[in-house]
Nanobody, 120 residues
Framework: VQLQASGGGLVQAGGSLRLSCAAS????????MGWFRQGPGKEREFVSS????????YVADSVKGRFTISRDNAKNTVYLQMNSLKPEDTAVYYC??????????????WGQGTQVTVSS
């Protein structure tokens, strides 16, 4: 499985971006998908995840109410809608895939990352 993230960019505080992660292979619909991020000088952290069927989602407290994860299994794509962005959301965002659980304790695959920069 290969993951290709896109949609990052530069946005002002309060703005919105939508990240996409396209997956190759025929097993996408059996994979839990998620997003992580790594800010400057910080460790990589969990952002949000979604089960293979889309019926369960998890969201980090730091983005709850602002970020929404979704997926389209027909398009092999997972999305992260980011609203009300803050400068502290600045990070490289990585998509990830996990065969075992949407809890994402140990993703099996990682995408290459897409930069999100939020200016104040």
């Amino acid at each position: 499985v290969q993951l290709q993230a896109s949609g990052g960019g530069l946005v002002q505080a309060g703005g919105s971006l939508r990240l996409s992660c396209a997956a190759s292979g025929r097993t996408f619909s059996s994979l839990a998908m998620g997003w992580f991020r790594q800010g400057p000088g910080k460790e990589r952290e969990f952002v949000s995840s979604i089960s293979w069927s889309g019926d369960r989602t998890y969201v980090a407290d730091s983005v709850k109410g602002r970020f929404t994860i979704s997926r389209d299994n027909a398009k092999n794509t997972v999305y992260l809608q980011m609203n009300s962005l803050k400068p502290e959301d600045t990070a490289v965002y990585y998509c990830a895939a996990d065969y075992r659980s949407a809890l994402m304790s140990g993703p099996d695959y990682w995408g290459q990352g897409t930069q999100v920069t939020v200016s104040s």
